[in-house]
């Protein structure tokens, strides 16, 4: 019996009337979209594929939850705003949820079964869905895609206590695990994610994913350019070094970097900034003006080109500066249209942190909690595409972040009736979204 079977009747007082609020209707919901997100998923199969990869050891006679149900619950859950297992305690009754799972005849996991089904993974298992999590996103790309931009970044996440591998890191002034993200900066598509420990450099590892998931681009498109963005973190020899063999073995392979500010560059750059100055103070306007450098850091085996961007205003000169392959275009282009846009990813980042709460990392194994980020990556996904078909319904849905999407489209009321004939899902008359989330059902079913 779910728990708040159990709640007293609450009496409210602005009426004349007793006005009496119960938590007991029966086979109903407050996540009548849940249904969508199942369909989307049909459509992508992202959590058939997961289960999949899944080992399950457990007695067949004894087995009561099978693996891909579990998924799709803690996937669907996530999606949804509940990113604690403790809140399946007592959604495993949500009539909706249940049906999105495909465990209408019986009660979804409890928050004991879901946590030893998250703690139970091995690091084989975890090396096979990173690799799934980078694949699937490659498959999903028209072999006849003209431009693939990757957008790396790291982040933090917030220590839950004496974790496995938590570790003090200095620039964000905590205890924390230390995440790489690649985003598909042209549509926002989570590439992969991959926890790792707080100690963890900005760029460890994003040589190694970046050569594995580019050569698996150039395999499925094989014209495609493939531009790699990063701020300054990943202005590192060996990064770049990689990505110009790339670009020698499978072409059209760039880089555009952030590079941070130091003796030499300023001393190279004092020219410009004087010209921006002198200007300035002559027409007392606001002065943006870029050029071309050539730049060896000490640690470089070679020189390399720099966009050089100096901007002159009333608080001063604020030179920036780039390391880049794409030198048969302006500076100021490949800055203002190859690089600047690389802020979006700071919205992807903030749609997987928040709406999709990834820093909720809050297992003691670290394997556990890289599990739980594929499953937060797998939720953004869902959310990301069904924002995506619900664009092409109502364009003002595609440009919501996904926290927002969820409240107006996926937490409606719903009843669910069964028959022997069929399933009746009833969503509320005053329901403000009801054309675009029949419209948006519509284009996912025909799809």
């Excluded at 159990?6 to 109903?28: G, H, N, Y």
């Excluded at 556990?368 to 092409?392: I, K, P």
Aim: charged letters at 25%; aromatic letters at 6%.
């Amino acid at each position: 019996m779910p728990a708040t079977a159990c709640i007293s009747p609450i009496e409210l007082q602005f009426q004349r009337r007793p006005l009496v609020v119960t938590c007991d209707a029966p086979q109903t919901s407050s996540d009548g979209g849940a249904l969508l997100l199942r369909q989307v998923d049909e459509r992508l199969g992202l959590t058939q594929r997961l289960a999949a990869l899944l080992d399950d050891d457990r007695d067949p006679r004894r087995r009561k939850h099978e693996r891909l149900e579990q998924v799709r619950q803690r996937v669907y859950q996530i999606a949804l705003g509940y990113e604690d297992c403790n809140d399946a305690d007592l959604l495993r009754h949500d009539a909706v949820l249940q049906l999105a799972c495909g465990a209408e005849a019986h009660a979804l996991s409890s928050q004991p079964t879901l946590t030893r089904f998250e703690n139970g993974l091995s690091g084989h298992e975890l090396n096979r869905l990173r690799d799934w999590l980078e694949c699937s996103y490659v498959d999903s790309l028209a072999p006849t895609t003209p431009l693939v931009v990757l957008d790396i970044d790291s982040t933090d996440d917030p220590a839950h206590g004496a974790q496995e591998q938590v570790a003090f890191h200095g620039f964000y002034d905590q205890h924390m695990y230390h995440p790489l993200l690649v985003f598909d900066g042209e549509t926002g598509q989570l590439v992969t994610a991959l926890l790792r420990p707080g100690r963890a450099h900005a760029a460890r590892g994003a040589a190694t994913i970046l050569d594995r998931v580019i050569r698996a681009i150039k395999r499925r498109c094989p014209d495609a350019t493939v531009v790699v963005r990063a701020d300054s973190a990943f202005a590192l020899p060996r990064l770049l070094a990689r990505l110009e063999a790339l670009a020698v073995e499978l072409g059209d392979v760039h880089y555009v970097i952030g590079l941070a500010k130091n003796a030499r560059l300023l001393a190279l750059a004092e020219p410009l900034c004087a010209e921006a100055a002198a200007e300035h103070a002559a027409t007392h306007r606001f002065v943006r003006r870029f050029a071309w450098l050539s730049y060896a850091a000490a640690t470089w085996s070679q020189p390399r080109a720099v966009v050089l961007k100096v901007e002159h205003g009333e608080r001063g000169a604020n030179p920036r500066f780039l390391v880049t392959t794409l030198t048969e275009f302006p500076p100021g282009l490949v800055y203002d249209r190859a690089y600047c846009p690389r802020g979006q990813s700071e919205n992807f980042i903030k749609d997987l942190k928040t709406a999709m709460a990834a820093d909720r990392l809050s297992c003691h194994r670290f394997v556990a909690n890289a599990f739980r980020l594929v499953l937060h990556a797998v939720a953004y996904r869902l959310m990301h595409a069904l924002r995506t078909t619900a664009a092409l319904v109502e364009p003002a849905l595609g440009r919501l972040q996904m926290d927002t999407l969820r409240l107006r489209l996926l937490k409606v009321a719903a009843q669910v009736t069964s028959s022997v004939r069929r399933i009746l899902v009833r969503l509320p008359r005053a329901f403000p979204l009801a054309d675009a989330f029949s419209a948006i059902a519509r284009q996912l079913c025909a799809t």
